[in-house]
């Protein structure tokens, strides 16, 4: 025979054994004017006899739950540890707590995610490179306050932080160009919507990879594989690069985990990292640093984005009405062994 669940303790179960009223109680966990030290302390001692938590679903109705939904196109990419690691640090000292969701590169996925979020009451949403249309985004924002991190555009609902993705790709490119490099080719994300295109990060690096090739007088090189940011991504892109009657002397992966797919497919073709093709990434994480990898990478501060955007959160949440801000932050290229001159004619 199942046993029944067992009964939530409620608020007046932490009262009768604080022997405290219902008020009392509400006022020590809303840490409000009013509750003297002698009694924060007995009905402080009452919740941890009992083990009484306060249900989110309750606290929803009288108007917050002190929870953050941050939706993460993909759960394998190390960079978005970074942003959370903003995020979280943010909030730490603070009643929020964060809940992570996968919204997998797709609008589908990512109304489910958002609607879940939403109909769970959550005070305030962090979406990660959301792929969804700029339309979907407003009602969303409408809804429940929202920070939007990677897509550029403004928006008089939801705050924006990105990284100057263009400045990002121009300084890798004028790193490979001062080292010699000429056939500099690049791994982009394949963007399949055009009126989406021109917000997206992956976008905003194709377009300044090749920008900053013209202005180093090298647009006849310009050489883009469209792939995906992921691992598997970047060794297809890197295979039909390689098949190229010419082939690069240098990559210029989108994202840090593309070069690692890079990286795998110059090393299957019996090729060296840099002594025949010199690879970079974008993003500067974890694997990036990682000694054995040693990748040159773009730095755009994930840890900063993630603390402004929850910063613009918190903002937001506690003055729904203010102006929409929209910071965007300023990278820098992290130079380490995958990029040297290229090798001799």
Excluded: W
Aim: include cysteine; aromatic fraction near 4%.
């Amino acid at each position: 025979m199942t046993k029944p669940a067992p009964r939530r303790i409620t608020i007046v179960d932490v009262a009768r054994h604080a022997q405290v009223s219902t008020t009392a109680v509400s006022k020590v966990l809303r840490n409000a004017y009013g509750a003297s030290p002698a009694m924060r302390i007995k009905v402080q001692q009452a919740i941890a006899e009992l083990g009484y938590r306060p249900s989110a679903a309750a606290r929803g109705l009288r108007g917050q739950t002190y929870t953050v939904g941050v939706m993460l196109p993909d759960m394998r990419n190390l960079f978005f540890a970074d942003l959370l690691d903003g995020i979280t640090a943010q909030l730490s000292g603070t009643d929020y707590q964060v809940l992570l969701a996968p919204g997998c590169n797709g609008e589908k996925a990512e109304a489910r995610v958002m609607e879940a979020m939403i109909d769970r009451s959550m005070d305030g949403l962090v979406l990660i490179a959301p792929v969804s249309s700029k339309a979907r985004l407003n009602t969303v924002a409408r809804s429940v306050p929202t920070v939007v991190v990677g897509r550029h555009g403004p928006s008089t609902t939801y705050d924006t932080v990105t990284d100057d993705d263009v400045i990002g790709a121009t300084l890798v490119v004028e790193h490979l160009a001062d080292l010699g490099h000429r056939r500099i080719a690049h791994i982009e994300h394949q963007e399949t919507d055009p009126v989406r295109l021109a917000e997206m990060p992956n976008a905003q690096r194709a377009n300044g990879y090749r920008e900053a090739m013209r202005a180093r007088g090298l647009a006849d090189e310009i050489d883009i594989a469209s792939t995906s940011y992921t691992h598997e991504g970047g060794y297809l892109g890197t295979k039909e690069l390689l098949a190229r009657p010419a082939r690069p002397t240098a990559i210029f992966a989108g994202a840090d985990v593309v070069a690692l797919g890079a990286m795998e497919a110059i090393a299957e073709a019996g090729l060296s990292v840099p002594g025949d093709i010199s690879v970079t990434g974008y993003d500067n994480s974890a694997l990036a640093a990682f000694g054995p990898i040693s990748l040159t990478s773009v730095d755009q501060d994930g840890r900063q984005m993630g603390a402004n955007a929850a910063r613009l959160l918190v903002d937001r949440i506690g003055d729904r009405d203010r102006r929409t801000s929209h910071v965007k932050l300023t990278p820098s290229l992290v130079i380490r062994r995958t990029t040297a001159a290229p090798p001799a004619s």
